[in-house]
Each structure stands twice: as C-alpha cells, then as structure tokens.
C-alpha cells in the first residue's frame, strides 16, 4: 500500500538552528500539506502546496518556515531559526485532488533545546 | 506520532462492546468532517467522512453521525476490538477550504480484553 514517508523520524537541534524536514508523497498525488502537534494540544494546519507554490498557510506558517519540492519527489519544510516553541511532532500529508482523503505520514519529532 | 496529552479524555470500553466518541465542532460554516485514528507511533489515519448534507454515514463497522443544530460529531464503532485501542481525532473543514483542517483534541480509546 502507498504511504508517506518522512525522515528523520526525531531531531533534536539547539535554539537557532536550522533544521529541515523531509517527506515523500503518495507518488501520483498532487496536493502536499504540512501538520503539527505539539505535545499535549491538537493537529494544527500549517501549509498547503501546489503546483509548486503555496496554496494556504495558517498564521502559525510564518517567515521563519518555508516549504519546497525541489526535486518532484521530496517535499519539506525549513525552519530557519527554531525556537523552543518549534517543538514538535510534524506530520506530512498529501492528496489526490483538493479537499480529497488526506495520508499522513508517520511524523517527524523536532525537539529544540 | 505521538498524540499523547496528559488530559487526553479517555473512553474505556469491553471488548465486543459498542463504542461511542462525540466531538463538538466549533465552526458553523464547516461543511465536510473527518475522523481520523492515530495509534501510537504512527500519524492520523482516515477513518471516515461526512459532508453537511448528511446526517449519517456508515462504514465497516464505523458510522458517524452528524448534527449540525447542535455542532456535534458522533463516530460509533460495533463491536470494538483490541486493534481499535488509538487515539480518535475529529475533524472539520470548509468544503472550500482544501484541506486546511481544524483537528479536535482527541479521545484515547482503550479496548479491554
């Protein structure tokens, strides 16, 4: 069964530093999203992408995080300085079509110290 | 994916019995709902969805149910075995919203053999 994959399933990082996190979509999906949970609250929407831009963003999605497919396959998400509140479970998703049935990958755990 | 809060409501049910998870939605122009399973160490996974058009819908051995005079999301599970034990997340979503969802806080489900 297709699924999404992310790497590095934990990072731990220092206060500042820039950290990158990596996905795989659903191959033949055309619609990429980033999530998170911080420990103890709710799955929040970060960001969505098409066609190679964004197509929506949260308020939490601010200068500090961007997002790109450079290659066709890899999808991620740059924190350029983190900040202890960064500390994270970050989920991948993609879809087929927009608004369609979501798959999220198994998460990525950033920890900043 | 690590969803655990320290105030996580938590539903205990025998095995074989029916379970029941509610969630109250907030936003009135949400038109389409999700539910979605998380268990430990992996990321949400649909479950099943509804639109606002509908007042029910069922799956294999999963229904939910919608009222929308009273914002509420009902997901019943039949006869609910050791393999349903997760923790459950509504969703919802403006139908033209992509899928910028607003996740729920969760309920633990913990199935007793």
């Known amino acids: 069964e297709p699924e999404v994959t992310q790497t590095p399933s934990h990072q731990v990082t220092q206060m500042g530093q820039e950290v990158i996190l990596r996905c795989v979509p659903i191959s033949n999906h055309l619609y990429f999203y980033w999530y998170r949970q911080i420990l103890g609250q709710k799955v929040e929407f970060l960001v969505s992408?098409?066609?190679?831009?964004?197509?929506?963003k949260s308020e939490i999605f601010d200068d500090q995080f961007s997002v790109e497919r450079p290659d066709g396959s890899n999808f991620t998400l740059k924190i350029r300085s983190t900040k202890l509140e960064d500390s994270a479970m970050y989920f991948c998703a993609s879809s087929w079509d927009r608004g369609g049935e979501l798959f999220f990958g198994e998460g990525s755990r950033l920890t900043v110290l | 994916g690590e969803s655990v809060g320290l105030h996580l409501p938590t539903l205990s049910v025998q095995e074989g019995d029916n379970s029941i998870i509610n969630c109250a939605y907030s936003?009135?122009?949400?038109?389409?709902f999700i539910w979605y399973k998380q268990e430990s160490g992996k990321g949400p996974q649909f479950i099943i969805d509804i639109r606002s058009n509908m007042d029910k819908r069922q799956g294999q051995r999963v229904t939910v149910l919608l009222n929308k005079t009273v914002k509420h999301l009902s997901l019943q599970i039949a006869a609910t075995q050791p393999g349903d034990s997760a923790v459950y997340f509504c969703a919802e979503n403006r139908d033209n919203a992509g899928n910028m969802l607003t996740f729920g806080g969760g309920t633990r489900l913990m199935v007793k053999p």
């Open positions: 936003n009135s122009a949400s038109d389409y």
């Open positions: 992408f098409y066609n190679n831009e964004i197509s929506e």
